[in-house]
């Protein structure tokens, strides 16, 4: 098997895994606007919060595999300088939005984790 073979896999894989998280952002934003319309049927009093909460949740399941892809595709099949820089850049805007996505929706950070009640430190 060739190189240039192993390359052109990675390259799909890579591109598989971006696919993937694109449609985890369109499935997870289509379903969140379903349950959305449900709980405004149901007259729940909080349905906009829950309906950033799962748009948000899926945003950043989606961002993870956009991530995993753009790592795939610039070590594997493309690894110079210039784009190791780029997959840096965005990585780090991408993780900038995912811990801004999670403290929005669950109000903390994620290495700070929820102390259970009755419990003290």
């Known amino acids: 098997m060739s190189m240039e073979y192993y390359r052109h896999i990675m390259d799909v894989v890579g591109t598989s895994v971006d696919g993937i998280g694109v449609f985890i952002v369109v499935g997870g934003a289509l379903v969140a606007t379903a349950r959305l ?9 909080n349905y906009y919060s829950l309906y950033r909460q799962d748009v948000g949740r899926a945003i950043l399941l989606g961002l993870e ?20 820089l780029v997959l840096g850049l965005i990585v780090l805007i991408r993780t900038f939005l995912s811990l801004s996505l999670q403290l929005e929706i669950e109000g903390r950070l994620p290495w700070r984790r929820e102390v259970p009640h009755g419990e003290n430190c």
């Open 37 to 45: 319309a449900i709980h405004r049927a149901q007259s729940t009093g």
């Open 65 to 84: 595999f956009l991530i995993a892809g753009d790592i795939i595709r610039t070590v594997v099949v493309a690894p110079t300088l210039q784009n190791v």
